[in-house]
Nanobody, 120 residues
Framework: QVQLVESGGGLVQPGGSLRLTCAAS????????MGWYRQAPGKERELVAS???????NYADSVKGRFTISRDNAKNTVSLQMISLKPEDTAVYYC??????????????WGRGTQVTVSS
């Protein structure tokens, strides 16, 4: 099993910053893609940003220039630095990873989510 634990959510004023971190643990042989998704009330879950094992990144248009995704392969962590936050960024943010476990199976896992609220 692969477990993902997110941290770093909270309440921030518009224009503020937050940093989310997700740590993967368990029976991991290697991790391919790690990413962040978000789901606002009444909306579908959407991709925010992703990063593959080579460091290539992908961002939703709505966050380009404001959010930066990074990973530490040695620690199996992925982070999302968010600046210039807007009320429309309010959502539950979920970590997701695609990994190969110790018996060679490809597994996709989600974290439980962390709430980000942008409000004055």
């Amino acid at each position: 099993q692969v477990q993902l634990v997110e941290s770093g959510g909270g309440l921030v004023q518009p224009g503020g910053s937050l940093r989310l971190t997700c740590a993967a643990s368990g029976s991991i042989a290697s991790i391919n893609t790690m990413g962040w998704y978000r789901q606002a009330p009444g909306k579908e879950r959407e991709l925010v940003a992703s990063i593959n094992s080579g460091g290539s990144t992908n961002y939703a248009d709505s966050v380009k220039g404001r959010f930066t995704i990074s990973r530490d392969n040695a620690k199996n962590t992925v982070s999302l630095q968010m600046i210039s936050l807007k009320p429309e960024d309010t959502a539950v943010y979920y970590c997701r990873c695609t990994a190969v476990n110790v018996i060679g199976m490809i597994v996709n896992n989600w974290g439980r989510g962390t709430q980000v609220t942008v409000s004055s």
